[in-house]
């Protein structure tokens, strides 16, 4: 793979650049944002993409979608094989306007993998030009994964979420955060689900999912995780895993 330097991608001419490296577990790329859209995909590992609206977590064999001019940077949850495509917003109009974490075909892992060897050519007809077309329907057809927590817009509530997600827990609950910011239930609730989407429980489950899947990609046992989660049991976090994301937290990373 060519591991390019960001100035470099930025620099470089045409719709589409593809490159690839390895970081180490807890490398940081500060914040950035780039005038392509990125297609971030994680071949070994776990990545986590902080953005003003909100954290996605990308495990082994899945991809972030971050589009164009949108702010973001990224830590290595674990030794991390990278795989990016760049792609300019003339291409990308027909692609998500919002990140997204997805599920990515066999194909399209392989396109990525060769494009990230290809030196860009500026002949449309040229074969470089119909990987990157083939690489783009994939992307267009990957499914939406539920791996995203949503930041509110109003600041004093998205650091209090930020806050949780140090240290997640589902024993939380709705009136300890009310007291803290001084706010009415019926207020933090209505405002709450406004500006994510999420009802307050539902949020918290969201993020220790996200807290858990690092863990469970470098093999900790569920039990373990479950307990430092403050679930009662096993049993009680696979319940919460497999409703999320339809399988058990084992066959959901083998099915990568």
């Known amino acids: 793979m060519r591991d390019v330097q960001p100035h470099e991608i930025e620099a470089t001419p045409g719709p589409f650049v593809a490159v690839g490296a390895r970081y180490g577990g807890g490398h940081h790329v500060a914040r950035h944002r780039h005038w392509r ?15 003003d609206l909100g954290n996605w977590v990308v495990p082994p064999e899945r991809a972030v979608w971050i589009p164009a001019e949108v702010a973001h940077e990224v830590t290595m949850l674990a030794p991390v094989d990278l795989l990016s495509l760049y792609v300019a917003p003339s291409a990308a109009a027909s692609l998500p306007q919002a990140c997204r974490v997805v599920g990515v075909s066999a194909l399209a892992a392989s396109l990525l993998r060769e494009a990230a060897e290809l030196t860009p050519s500026p002949d449309p007809a040229s074969r470089e030009h119909l990987i990157y077309s083939l690489l783009l329907l994939e992307i267009a057809r990957a499914p939406e994964l539920p791996l995203n927590v949503p930041f509110p817009g109003d600041p004093r509530l998205a650091a209090r979420c930020r806050r949780y997600l140090e240290q997640p827990s589902p024993h939380q609950t709705i009136d300890d955060w009310c007291e803290e910011l001084a706010m009415s239930r019926r207020s933090f ?16 489950r969201q ?50």
């Open 37 to 51: 859209a990125q297609f971030l995909y994680a071949a070994e590992g776990v990545a986590l993409v902080d953005t």
């Open 189 to 204: 609730t209505r405002r709450f689900r406004a500006e994510t989407g999420f009802g307050f429980a539902a949020w918290c």
């Open 207 to 256: 993020a220790c999912l996200l807290a858990a899947l690092p863990r469970l990609a470098a093999g900790v046992p569920i039990t373990t995780i479950a307990f430092d989660l403050g679930y009662d049991s096993a049993s009680a976090f696979a319940t919460m895993f497999r409703r999320t994301l339809g399988a058990a937290p084992s066959r959901f990373l083998a099915a990568a």
